[in-house]
């Protein structure tokens, strides 16, 4: 996994800090009248931090091996330039490395100041308390580095989280148009087929000098039979599903939304079904809209609200139908991971220009209410 750095400072600082850790350790080396291979150590350990979050683990050896240069050649270590390039080393280890390779190449430095500091002739006490603000240091650098890791990981499932369902609800759109397509061409080619077949009655009705009259009837069929033949053409195309075709059914509509609460009922989710008297004669394609709609909503008040009752409600106000499905369940349908059917419920409402609206109700359940205009019969 790649991971970001702990905090994006400008990268000319490293230089800058190691410019000015080399000048303070050369202008306190400069006081003590130190021999030249101090004055030299000492510049290659502020020199190597330039190059600290690049390259941490060769910093961090670069510092530990000098250091221990320094001690097997009894120069004086308790100087500025010391705590100044290791503290910085070993926090930049365990921030910029990888887990595995900073602690081992951590464990080995601490392990060489040790034995530097015995080589320096001093108690191993003299390095306890270095390694305890190293140990600090580096703990601090590689717990940072965890949860910059983990808030990575987490932005990470999360986006892919967010393509899956935008794929997903992209996926039921498409398919829920496809499945309007179908029905759509259903009704529109069974009006052809009346169309023709009265085109043909009427042809057949006329007197035989009628001539204009008989070939207007007779070219009106003719282009409603070829229409048909496109129509069924595209109707194969549609109903193919898994390269097979799919079943033939009567569309339903309002005159069967009893059998429909029926089913619903039977599944344990009791439904008061409430059909406005008189009940208006709806478009076909209307009446199979309503159908559908109600039919989704129902299907998600059984997966998703729990023991709850539901009603029903169709009103027919001036140009349009309206209908309510509402339930008391606990449940929130816009937030469950499967909620694509209300995406399709919207996009088969706004094909006849109508509109949707779904949510939590504020007494608690949830409602899906919808309203399609219907044109004067």
């Not at 009705?205 to 229409?227: H, Q, S």
Request: proline share 7%.
């Amino acid at each position: 996994m790649s991971t970001r750095e702990p905090r994006r400072w400008p990268r000319w600082l490293d230089p800058a800090l190691a410019g000015s850790v080399g000048v303070v350790g050369v202008a306190e080396l400069a006081g003590r009248d130190a021999p030249v291979g101090h004055y030299v150590t000492a510049t290659v350990m502020a020199a190597a931090l330039a190059w600290r979050r690049t390259a941490p683990v060769a910093v961090f050896a670069v510092v530990i091996g000098t250091l221990f240069v320094q001690q097997a050649l009894r120069f004086e270590s308790d100087s500025f330039s010391v705590p100044l390039t290791l503290f910085p080393a070993a926090y930049t280890l365990g921030a910029h490395a990888p887990l595995w390779r900073s602690a081992v190449s951590f464990g080995v430095g601490m392990l060489v100041l040790a034995v530097g500091t015995l080589l320096e002739g001093l108690p191993l006490s003299e390095a306890v308390f270095p390694a305890i603000v190293c140990t600090a240091l580096w703990g601090a650098g590689a717990g940072l580095r965890g949860r910059i890791e983990a808030a990575v990981a987490a932005d990470l499932r999360a986006r892919t989280a967010e393509e899956l369902r935008d794929t997903a609800a992209a996926a039921a759109v498409a398919d829920e148009r496809a499945r309007i397509a179908r029905e759509l061409h259903d009704v529109v080619a069974h009006a052809v087929t009346v169309m023709v077949m009265q085109s043909g009655a009427l042809r057949r009705m006329l007197p035989a000098e009628a001539t204009r009259e008989v070939g207007l009837a007779g070219t009106v069929e003719r282009t409603g039979r070829d229409a048909l033949v496109e129509l069924r053409r595209m109707l194969g195309l549609l109903r193919e599903v898994d390269g097979e075709p799919a079943p033939l059914a009567p569309h339903p509509g309002l005159a069967r939304l009893d059998e429909l609460v029926e089913r619903t009922a039977a599944a344990g989710i009791p439904v008061r079904l409430t059909i406005e008297q008189p009940c208006r004669e709806l478009p076909p394609a209307v009446d199979l809209c309503v159908y559908r709609v109600v039919q989704e909503s129902l299907t998600n008040v059984i997966k998703h609200a729990g023991v709850a009752h539901a009603r029903v409600e169709v009103r027919f106000p001036p140009g349009a139908v309206e209908l309510a499905v509402v339930d008391d369940g606990h449940g929130d349908r816009a937030a469950s991971p499967g909620g694509n059917g209300l995406l399709g419920m919207g996009e088969r409402v706004a094909v006849f220009g109508g509109q949707l609206q779904a949510g939590p109700c504020f007494e608690g359940g949830f409602a899906v209410r919808a309203r399609l205009p219907v044109e004067p019969r």
